[in-house]
């Protein structure tokens, strides 16, 4: 058993639980269902000791799974729809499904007229909001009946008709579906932006002619963002703001729906971003973090897109609350990638906050650093690996931190490492400024850790690394946590700290 059970009953609230009398007489189940809310029942060895306690026969434990999962999968289907805060567009959708699966199962019992009737109401729904899946699925099982069954030749051919419209619609959803698995391959595993770019010019006629001859919902949404996407990574900012307001005013009035919106946000938000356009691009990140659920993954990149503007406005504290309003939300704990990603930020944030970057008089909750190298090192094993990518940022920040200890022969032995890395590894135009900064860093020993001549060895390299700024993509963000510019202002005043001290 997974967690499968565990997740779907919390998908349930308990109020919706006693209005569905979803538990009639099975008094265990409905006492699970609570204590797996009330978090006592947190495992699945939890759910079995708590099952056998009341009920010794071990053969019946899997059958007493099956039932409950069926009685919560029973649940799911009897959830209200109409409830206020789901869009128009997702309670047709659900209304659409409902009414297939209702004629469905009528007609498995041979009632063809009121299946037929209700194949007619989920196909009349399907065209009105462009469920292209579900006007092909209807008006197929129409074409049957029609044909065989009330022998109408006239609706048989309107179906038809549909069904042909909508097949070659669902091809092209389906193409949109493909085009944005590879777009995002190229961009977010493979980090490249040439081909990337390469992609997305590729498919751009293709997709605009998609937009302007469909009217799908689907097509109108996904395509659109595709385009935004195209024109994102060609630094086309205004152009994809543009498309982005746009498709937000005809997904409010023709499909009256406003829950794709937020996508639209964040994608002006990260168009502001790279523009930086701070103000804006904050503005735009704030409306769709209202929009997105806390359970969504999407939630914390959009906190994640407010650390990259915090980061560049030198807003320290701003970026402590940021990490631990991320470490708090359930959906971080289910993709151990993007965990150990804020991971990383923490190390960053606890290295400023032990420097006293971060004001604890804004926030009561901030707390001295406890921060342990060793155990940092251990959290991150995925990036570890990522020899030409955030690994960078790993060293980094390991590095500082042997500084900030005033730890020379540490400082010295992680130098020579990083300096061999830089050579393996940080070889193309991407990594310029990481170069830059690492051999920045190389000057710190040579100037005997002195802070007005390590910053006189640096002076040309410091003019190299403004020389060429930052694109602000998400990968590249990701290595520079702190902008280098910044990070070695801060390095300075640290080597000056720890010169002080040594003097005292």
Sequence with gaps: MSDTIFELSKFISKRESYNLNLWKDDTLSMEIFNLIHTGEITSEQDLSNYYFKNNQKTTSFKKFIKRYENRLIHGVFLINTDKEEMSVLLKNYSKCIKFFLAAELIRWRANYPLSLHYYEKSLKISIKFGFSTYVMLASQELMQLYSAFKNELKNYNRVQRLYSKYFILNNQENKIKTYHYQARIHWVIEKDLNKTRKFTSSIRNEITEYIKTSSTYFIQLQGNL????????????????????????????????????????????????????????????????????????????????????????????????LTYEAFSLKALKKSPQFEQEWKIKEAYVQFLNELGLVDAKKNKKIEKSNFKLNKFLNEVPIYNSDKAGINVSI??????????????????????????????????????????????????????????????????????????????????????IIPFEDLWEITLDMLEKNLNKTKT
């Design 226 to 321: 595709l385009l935004i996407f195209d024109s994102f990574v060609h630094d086309r900012y205004q152009e994809a703001i543009d498309r982005s307001n746009k498709i937000i005013k005809i997904l409010t009035d023709k499909f009256k729906t406003k829950n794709a919106l937020k996508y639209f946000y964040r994608s002006k938000g990260q168009c502001y971003l790279a523009m930086r356009d701070f103000k804006n691009a904050e503005e735009n990140f704030l409306v769709a973090l209202d929009q997105f659920n806390k359970e969504e993954s999407t939630y914390s990149y959009i906190l994640n897109d407010l650390f990259n503007i915090h980061s560049y406005a030198k807003n320290y504290t701003k970026l402590y609350e």
């Design 395 to 480: 060293l980094i920040i390991q590095l500082l931190w042997l500084l900030k200890n005033n730890d020379h022969n540490a400082v010295i032995d992680r130098l020579e490492t990083m300096r061999q890395y830089t050579y393996r590894y940080l070889k193309n135009d991407e990594t310029f400024r990481y170069n830059c900064f690492v051999k920045m860093l190389l000057q710190i020993p040579r100037a005997n850790f002195h802070p007005f001549l390590t910053s006189k060895y640096t002076e040309n390299l410091l003019k190299k690394l403004k020389s060429k700024q930052t694109k602000l993509y998400e990968h590249t963000i990701e290595v520079e």
